[in-house]
């Protein structure tokens, strides 16, 4: 396998961030595809539950209104739905923003946001165990494109709000992650070549994620996409796809989205199940690393439920949350609000640089350098994310019973 440095020297580093990023030319649209190569690492890491995961994101589509499309609920069937996933807050931007880095610092809007380099994401912690990952955005035009939108005009396709990793200076800084950031097309050359990555993260484009149509347009892309790949041995042996909602329709209702696990990770007893654990986008990033061994963010993640599938594995008890009191539906003050739902505060959250978290193995090492020393902002070891000080999340209540049968319960903001 190559290293970062040999690639460095193959390629030369990128110029991908300068002042036309945001809406470039076609031209240079044109001349950055002729240059710039999709990458695509392989590894084989053993994890307990699961060796790859793939999370499919659609959009703003309420809980009940996604059971009732016969896609999606025939799909749930052949896995385990999840009652309680929810989104975090609105609009889209934000929760995508989450589920890479561990926070949304305040966004509440989907704008050209940029999150400094100092903050980590899921990157980091997977390379701390070499464990390849991608991203596969339908129509992005090439691999680490920095455009807000493709095509510039028309009908919307790719979007980077719904982009994850590309939100992230620590991403888009560096050398070779942006190429691993790639055009959906590149899946499928993927797959032929049997290079997918253990970790990928798919983004339809704006007509098939529902955004700009409808939860049939969306269930059956799903269905047309996941089905024959749910048939194809090397996709499918030990992998748990998760597919879910950037955030609900109804902006006043609880955040609860349609979520289901599938792939050849779920254990034939399971198919059909449902799961009433309360999970949240934070979730992901906790159950991905107790999956691997690998370290927390030491932010929302760290205190985050586990996929029961993976709780079962490693013995954490998850904590059981009071559903009576829960409205995420808000990002707390942070430095990318911009007024909209949420107010500016000039303060970049501080993660927690100390604890074991919810996966058991810390905080990343690059958190703990960097952060050092210094108060994390919130209480992270949460199940439920909220701010005291603006009240956001705050009366949330929740409880477990340990092994020994010693019970632990909070609330929010208490
Ligand atoms: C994505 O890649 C495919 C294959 O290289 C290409 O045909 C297609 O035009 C690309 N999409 C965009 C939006 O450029
Ligand atoms: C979205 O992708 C589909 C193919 O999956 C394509 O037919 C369509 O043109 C794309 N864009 C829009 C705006 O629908
Ligand atoms: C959103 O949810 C609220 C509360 O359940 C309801 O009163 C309202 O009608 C819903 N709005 C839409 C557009 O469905
Ligand atoms: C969140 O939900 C609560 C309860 O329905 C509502 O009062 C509030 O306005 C919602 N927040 C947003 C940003 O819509
Ligand atoms: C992280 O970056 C932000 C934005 O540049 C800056 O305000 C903050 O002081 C930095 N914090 C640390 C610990 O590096
Ligand atoms: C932080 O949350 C944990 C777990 O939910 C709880 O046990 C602890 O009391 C909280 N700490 C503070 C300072 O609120």
Known sequence: M??????????????????????????????????????SPVSNVKGLAFN?????????????TTAADSSMSKLAKEGILLNNYFAVTHPSEPNYCMSAGGDAFGMDDDDYNRVPANVSTIADLFDTKHIAWG????DMPYAGYLGERYPQSGPNQYVRKHNPLILYDSVTNDAVRPRQIKNFTTFYEDLEHQRLPQHMFITPNMTNDAHDSDIHVAGSWVDRFLSPLLENKYFTKDTLVLVTFDEAGNYTRPNRVYSYLLGGAVPKHLKGTSDDTFYTHYSIIASLSANWGLPSLGRWDCGANLLKLVADKTGYVNWEVDLDNVFINQTYPGPLSSGDLSEFSPVWPVPATEGAC???????DIVKKTWDGLKPTYNYTSPVPYDAVSGNNVGIKYHRTLKHGEKESGVTGQ
């Open 135 to 138: 991203e596969y955005q339908e």
């Open 52 to 64: 790859r995961f793939v999370n499919i994101w659609l959009e703003n589509t309420d809980f009940e």
């Open 2 to 39: 190559f290293t970062k440095q040999t690639l460095l020297a193959l390629i030369g580093t990128l110029a991908l961030a300068n002042a036309s990023d945001q809406k470039p030319t076609q031209a240079e649209i044109d001349a950055a595809r002729a240059k710039v190569l999709p990458y």
């Open 358 to 364: 919810s996966a058991g193995h810390g905080i990343v």
